[in-house]
Structure formats: structure tokens, C-alpha cells
């Protein structure tokens, strides 16, 4: 038995944020067609944090994978991250594993992707203008995402720590097809101007007020991840149609659904089958929220393992 090994560079190098988008599309097609078997995420406590396993099978494709999310607060005395990941990708025909994945990086990319399927249906054709909130590796998948799905020429980034959000208009600069990105403070502004908002932040509080959004403006949230937290505002959610990446996921943990009691419209995979219609007219506000499914993860990981074996990325191991 063979196992292949990833890091969080191989990860990167092996698949486009667009081919992401496909695996990440595909994976909301046949969950909301209820082709997936998805087990709640369990969660293991022990006496210095707690992790949490989030397996997933998809039946048409056969992608099949174990993510463990591990949570330590004390892990920044150690020199080591409050949060890791780990992703176990399987052979559904065989059970037997297929490759170990570094987390963190696939987490960012399948979420980024979610944002992506979003705003292929969601965002006008002609969107041009983000207004960035969250400049951190989220907020940076986001923006990629979006970018691989319109022709987006101008980004404001909001973050309360400047000096991230300087540090990401510099990076963005060298990236290709690269917008214009400026660090706006006033989050108002930032609003006002855009064509799509995105939301990828640990704040716990409204980001922005609704009031200010133009309509035709497409919302994404992928940050407030328990009935506590909240991204996005009541009026927001109140003006714009309401779309998300599974129902009973969202109205468990999102906060920003719970606390406005949302109508939700559509699941994202209802939109992709053609049950549900996606954006209807240039004046819609459409929002997107995303707690994170672990159908993403199995996609994502299968659709990685694959470039990888294409290109030869990854360290081979033999197991027995
Ligand atoms: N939905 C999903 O599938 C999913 C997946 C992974 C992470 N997340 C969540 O996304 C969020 C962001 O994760 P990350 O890894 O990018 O974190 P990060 O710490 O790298 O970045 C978060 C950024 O948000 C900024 N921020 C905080 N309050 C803000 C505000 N009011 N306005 C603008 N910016 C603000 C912080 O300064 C920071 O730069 C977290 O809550 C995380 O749990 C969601």
C-alpha cells in the first residue's frame, strides 16, 4: 500500500483556484441532490484543546476524505498555531488510504472556492469592484476566487490591523491580472463602491451597515462560525436574497442567519442543478453564507490529489 504525502506547498502548486471552483461546484451539486453521505462533525475533547473530525463521501464522483481540525490555545507557547488541519484522502472503491494532506492550505482553497461557485451565480456578469473585509488567508482566497470568476479591476481592502491590509494590497500588486488595491478605512466607503463584499473576517460584530450597499451588489460570508458571531447585518440580510451552502449547517452556527431569523432562499447546490435560479436581475442584493461543509474538503482533496499525481508533487510512501 502506497501513500502519498503533501505539504501545504503542494497543496498550493497542484490545483488552480479555478479547477477548485469545479470540484467545489460539483460537490454542492450532489449534496443538494442528496448524493453525499456527510455525518455530523464529531468532536473530540482532550485536555488541552479540542479536535474535530469532519468526514465526507460523495457518491457520483467517489471523493471520499477525513479532515481533522484541531483547536489548542496553548499551542502559541509552544511555538505552534492555535489551529491546524489534516486531510486523509480515501479510495471509496477500496477504503484503503490515499494520501495525507496538509489542512490548513486545502481549507483555504475549498473555501475560496465556495466563494467562487457563489459569485459565478450570484455576482453580475459585469462586477468590477470588491470591497475586501478580512485581510487574512481567507480573505485572500476570496478575492482569488472571485478574480477566477470575473474580470475584477478594483479592490478596497478593510482591516482594523493596517498593516495587514497594506501588506496584502503589496502582495496583490504582484499577482497577474492583478486589480488596483487600496487600504480604505472607512468601511462605508468601501461599501458604497462595490460590486461584490466580501466577508471573511473573526470579528464578532456587524461589519458594515446594509444601508450603504448599492443595489445589484453581491455579499459573500464565510467568517461568523457560531450562533454568536455576526459578519454581516440584519438589513443586509433583510435587503438581499438569501443563498447558503447547507441549510441546517447555517442555522446551527452561522450567527449572522440566526440573529436576523433569515428567510434563506436557496441552497448554492439547488442553483447548480437548476432547481433554484441564480441571479435574476442587475438590481438583486444576493448573500452568500458559508460555514464550511465537509464535502468541500473530500472534492477538493480528490481534485488535489490528482494534479499532484499529474505533476508529480508529493512525497510517495510505501506502507506496507
Ligand atoms: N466558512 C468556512 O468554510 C471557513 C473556513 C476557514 C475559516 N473560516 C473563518 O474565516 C475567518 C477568517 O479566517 P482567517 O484564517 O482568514 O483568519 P485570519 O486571522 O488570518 O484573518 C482574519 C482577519 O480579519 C480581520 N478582522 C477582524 N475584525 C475585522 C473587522 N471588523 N473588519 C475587517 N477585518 C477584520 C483581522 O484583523 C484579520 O486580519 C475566521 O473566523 C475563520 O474561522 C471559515
Redesign the pocket.
Known sequence: MQIRVLTAADVRASLSMSAAIDAVAAAYSQLAAGKATMPLRSRVHTDKGVSLLMPAHLHDTGDFAVKIVSVYGGNPDLGLPTVTATVLAMDSRTGMPLALMEGDSL?ALR?GA?GGVAARYLARKDAKTVAL???????RAQLQAVMAVRDISQVAI????EA?ARRLAEEIAGWPKAPEAVVEPSPQAAVAQADIVLA????KTP?FDGNDLKPGTHVTG??A?TPEMQEIDPKTIHRARVVVDQRDAVLAEAGDIIKAEAKIDAEIGEIVNGEKPGRENDEEITFFK???LAVQDAVTAAAVLKAAEEKGLGTVIEMS
Open positions: 481549507t473555501t465556495a473585509f478580512g485581510a487574512g488567508v481567507q480573505g478593510v482591516d482594523p490591523f495587514s471573511a473576517t473573526t470579528s461589519l464565510v467568517g462560525f458559508s460555514v464550511g
